[in-house]
């Protein structure tokens, strides 16, 4: 008998006894093989394993814990059983990523251990922030450092509130976060006086925010407010032309006025915004916040920008002659080691932008003539040199048809609002 022959036997005795097989289970099994049975089967799915920070959990013991005060890498991972030689490595390789010298106390840390009766740290997972985290994996001989980030999503709300004392009450009091209140105090700064809010005034806003794990972690931005402050209406809408953003009212005026880059003709920067300079009088760290701008004794000094005068006079801490000009309820400017001051200028008095306030000097603890200046934005030093500067200038002529189709569209969405929402 041939090949072929054979083989067709063979084929069609192993199809005879399939079909036997399924009469017999058929027949005798507590159930039946069906078409749709075995469909079922066929698609059956294994689950996914369920994952932390992108780790299989089933695979590991897990242990969470938080940083405790003056506790450092080494301390953690010595409790976790890894040798010094092996924190070391795993310090040089996360340093390009996040130095881990910036783990800070209250943060929070995971541990993934072997599940066998080694108990070894397989991987190490630091909370930097809700969307930064830093993965150390311990598994083999080689320790591998990645610095991954959570996927931020956002989400629009709505908020309004009627203010009874202060805008951070009424915010507070309403369950949002304090972040929006400094936010509209920000936009509104050269607008409403927050110093004098009233009973009655309230506002109402739409904006975004960023949201990790369903959780927000931040302000995205406000998209259009109104303010209503001694019976007036002050809308803002934030819109961008020119590739910046910025907040304007109805006519796409600007809200912002602008600040003056310096406060005087300078002829260097002799010392930046710093938290630990060496004081070249005292020899001594300690915080500098403001920027050195050396010039000739005498050389004007000017106000960067609309305001009053809240003191004049001499800092005992070694400032010299200073000024300190508030130039609304969010913005302060400090004018320190002046030699002079300008005629007229006294506590209370008015200013204007570029008007003459004093003289560079050497008073105080200086080591020769400059002006320190300072400038202060919710009673918290910033950088002068890296104050935020939105644009000043009205919506342009080639956008303003576009602004006010996008504006209308706003204002009906807020005015529609409901107040305390």
């Excluded at 394993?49 to 242990?63: A, C, H, K, N, Q």
């Excluded at 106390?105 to 922030?129: C, K």
């Excluded at 320190?336 to 007229?344: N, P, S, T």
């Excluded at 009205?394 to 956008?399: H, Q, R």
């Amino acid at each position: 008998m041939n090949r072929k022959a054979k083989t067709g036997i063979g084929i069609a005795a192993a199809g005879v006894l399939a079909a036997a097989a399924i009469c017999i289970c058929r027949e005798y099994a507590p159930w039946s093989v069906t078409d749709s049975t075995i469909d079922t089967l066929r698609t059956v799915e294994v689950p996914a394993p369920e994952l932390l920070y992108d780790i299989p959990r089933d695979s590991f013991l897990i242990e969470e814990y938080e940083v405790r005060r003056h506790e450092n890498l080494s301390d953690i991972m010595l409790k976790a059983g890894v040798d010094y030689a092996r924190i070391n490595e795993l310090a040089a390789k996360a340093e390009p990523v996040f130095s881990t010298r910036r783990i800070r106390a209250g943060n929070r840390y995971t541990a993934f251990f072997s599940p066998d009766s080694l108990h070894r740290l397989m991987h190490w997972v630091y909370v930097i922030n809700p969307t930064d985290y830093l993965v150390c994996s311990l598994a083999g001989d080689s320790t591998h450092v990645e610095l991954r980030h959570k996927d931020v999503g956002t989400r629009r709300r709505t908020a309004s509130a009627r203010i009874s004392s202060s805008l951070w009450n009424a915010i507070a009091g309403r369950g949002l976060t304090p972040a929006l209140a400094l936010e509209l105090s920000d936009i509104y700064a050269w607008t409403v006086d927050f110093f004098g809010i009233e009973e009655g005034d309230y506002f109402k806003v739409v904006y975004t925010e960023n949201v990790v794990d369903s959780v927000a972690v931040s302000i995205g931005s406000i998209e259009c407010a109104l303010f209503v402050h001694r019976g007036r209406s002050y809308y803002a809408f934030r819109y961008e032309q020119d590739s910046t953003a910025g907040y304007f009212d109805l006519e796409g005026n600007s809200l912002r006025r602008a600040f003056l880059k310096a406060p005087l003709k300078f002829s260097r920067i002799s010392s930046r915004f710093s938290n630990g300079r060496m004081h070249p009088v005292l020899k001594i760290r300690r915080p500098h916040h403001g920027v050195d701008y050396a010039a000739p004794a005498g050389t004007p000094v000017y106000a960067i920008g609309d305001g009053h005068v809240t003191a004049r006079g001499w800092d005992h801490k070694g400032g010299g002659n200073y000024l300190k000009i508030r130039h609304n309820s969010v913005y302060t400017s400090v004018y320190m080691h002046l030699r002079g001051f300008a005629k007229g200028i006294a506590k209370g008095s008015s200013v204007r932008q570029g008007e003459l306030i004093g003289f560079v000097g050497a008073t105080g603890l200086a080591t020769g003539p400059h002006l320190d200046f300072r400038v202060y934005k919710g009673g918290s030093p910033i950088d002068p040199l890296r104050m935020e500067a939105p644009p000043v200038e009205p919506v342009s002529n080639d956008n303003i048809q576009r602004f006010i189709i996008y504006s209308d569209s706003l204002r009906a969405v807020i005015d529609a609002l409901p107040l305390d929402n």
